[in-house]
């Protein structure tokens, strides 16, 4: 089994985006300062 090109452009494609979500989700809201109560508790986010 070989990659073709549009394989590989998909692949790196579908990278490129999970990669930009984590950076995005990661910088918002960096003035809050967070704890370890939020780690846990999911910032009581769940309920």
């Given amino acids: 089994m070989q990659f ?3 394989d ?3 692949l790196l494609g579908y ?3 999970i990669v930009g979500i984590g950076l995005f989700v990661s ?3 960096k003035k809050r ?3 370890a109560s939020d780690y ?3 910032n009581k986010g769940l309920t």
Avoid: G, K, Q
């Fill in 27 to 29: 910088r918002r809201d």
């Fill in 33 to 35: 300062e967070r704890n």
């Fill in 8 to 10: 590989y452009i998909v």
């Fill in 15 to 17: 990278i490129l985006i």
């Fill in 4 to 6: 073709a090109t549009l």
């Fill in 40 to 42: 846990f508790l999911a």
